[in-house]
Every structure is written in C-alpha cells, then in structure tokens.
C-alpha cells in the first residue's frame, strides 16, 4: 500500500534502523469519532510501500473506554514498548491519555496504568513522552479547549516505571500565545471564542528544544512551532511567528530516516474518511541548508 492508500489520523513513525523498518502507528478507526474498535500500524521499508494492518491493540473487556480511540504513539523506553494514546471515559464522559505496555513494537498493547494518566476531572488528550536532562520521565498533553475554551498543552511528572503521575500538572502556554492560530468558532458553543491545542510533540533541533502541535488558521487545521527559551521543558516558550503548516494539515511529529534525515510526518486533509499521512523533510521547513 501506498501512504496515500491508508486512512488514519496523527501519524506516528517509530525508525527501526537496526532492521532497516518503519513502523507508522495513528487513529486507525474508519470514524474515529464514535465507537472505538482499536489501532493498527503499518510496517515499510522504504517509506513508499507499506504493508498491513496489524492490529496492535484491541480493548480488553472490562477496559475503561468505548470510543474515540485516539492518537497513539509508541515509545522505546527502558527496553520496552509504551503506547501513549487518548481514550474517551465511559465513567465520565472526559477524554484521558493511558499508557500501555507490549515485549514487541508490534503488540498486543496491554493497559499499563489505571485507565487515564492525567487529571481525573480534566479533558485532556495527546500525550506524548519526553525524558528530561535528569532522566525524569515526563507526559505532555493538551487540556481540551471544549473545557476551558483556551486550550492549554501542560506537562506532568511521570514515575520512572510509566504507570502513574509523579506530581501535578504544570501550565507551559495557552494556544492564544501563539500570533498564528486565531479563534476556532464550533456551533456547540455559540459566540464564544475557543483556541485549540493538539497533538504536542517535542524534539531536538541542534541545542534548541522545541515542541511542534496544531491549532486552527479560520478554522483551518495548521501546525506551529514553539521553541524553549531556557532549552527545558519549563520554557518559557517563544513561539514562530507563522505556522509551519498551514494547509488544513497537523498533529505531527519528527522521526530519523535510517539515513539520518529528520522527516516532519502529518495528517491532511483534517477531514474524515480523507486523512492522509504527508512526509515533509524538516530541514525544508527550517530553512536549513
């Protein structure tokens, strides 16, 4: 299959450079919007042909979500798999990201935490893992504009086995702070201004720490960039003052080739059943030569 062959959401690409492997992991679900059945991941050698689906995790009977399966990333950490992906409460009602855990990158992926690892009584969604200069385990996620109108991406202190928070979450910006993403304006919520964050992801660009994620540009799915002033996690954060994309494209992330080249991965259009994955060489974005 070709990339344009496959439907899936907020792409995820795990480099297997021993093996000479890509991995691609997202929202598989054909309407990710409603009842959720569980996530696939497709396995290329060359970034053009991809084999698959694999089925890489299906709930658990007594697992604690229905739908909205969202949103999945596998990280290599300590020598295992982790799975962080966004799941939709059936005891609330609230979305959460979990951690799950498998021997192989291809699964089966099993719950790790206690259902949802952030806030209880938060709408939160996308986390993603990052390991501090200390080796402190760390997840950043969005807290949903539909809650507090002004979404936030926030970072939470993770114990070092992934199975539950270590602290409380902290507040590193609102998407208002960013000059390229404007008002997102949804019919449920009649005359008020929202501003929408998703899908962080950070990495490293030389010694800048800087975190990508998505917002809207009137209405129009867009990607930004967001650069740490103090090169850690705390920021401040300084962010570019247009996107990175702005095509009705994001939630995206940057993977090694097994090359060396940094690749920026995205969705687009953001529109369902059209969800494509697009690669875009980072240096092509940054303007490095």
């Avoid at 099993?110 to 200069?133: A, F, K």
Wanted: aromatic fraction near 14%; charge should be negative; charged fraction near 20%.
């Amino acid at each position: 299959m070709l990339l344009s062959e496959i439907q899936i959401r907020d792409p995820y690409i795990v480099t297997d450079k021993e093996a000479g492997a890509y991995y691609l992991f997202g929202s598989t679900d054909r309407d990710i919007w409603n009842e959720g059945t569980g996530f696939d991941a497709y396995v290329s050698r060359d970034l053009e042909h991809w084999e698959g689906p694999h089925p890489v995790f299906r709930p658990e009977p007594d697992f604690f979500a229905e739908k909205n399966f969202w949103a999945p990333e596998v990280h290599v950490y300590q020598g295992r798999y982790y799975m962080f992906a966004t799941f939709r409460r059936k005891d609330n009602g609230l979305l959460g990201t979990a951690i799950l855990d498998a021997d192989h990158i291809l699964g089966p992926y099993r719950s790790r935490s206690q259902g949802p690892v952030t806030p209880e009584d938060w709408s939160s969604l996308d986390g993603t893992l990052y390991v501090d200069e200390q080796q402190q385990p760390w997840m950043v996620f969005c807290r949903e504009w539909q809650q507090i109108g002004d979404g936030t991406i926030c970072a939470m202190p993770l114990d070092h086995d992934l199975t539950a928070a270590a602290g409380e979450p902290v507040t590193l910006f609102h998407a208002s702070a960013a000059p390229w993403a404007t008002p997102f304006y949804a019919e449920r919520y009649p005359g008020r201004e929202n501003f929408v964050t998703d899908g962080p992801f950070l990495f490293r660009n030389e010694d800048r720490l800087c975190l990508i994620w998505a917002s809207f540009i009137d209405n129009r799915y867009a990607l930004g960039l967001a650069v740490s002033e103090s090169g850690t996690l705390q920021g401040p954060w300084t962010h570019e003052d247009t996107p990175l994309y702005g095509s009705d494209g994001g939630h995206g992330m940057i993977f090694e080739t097994t090359e060396g080249e940094k690749m920026l991965a995205l969705h687009t259009p953001n529109r369902t059943p059209y969800e494509r994955t697009i690669l875009i060489p980072l240096a092509s974005l940054l303007g490095i030569e």
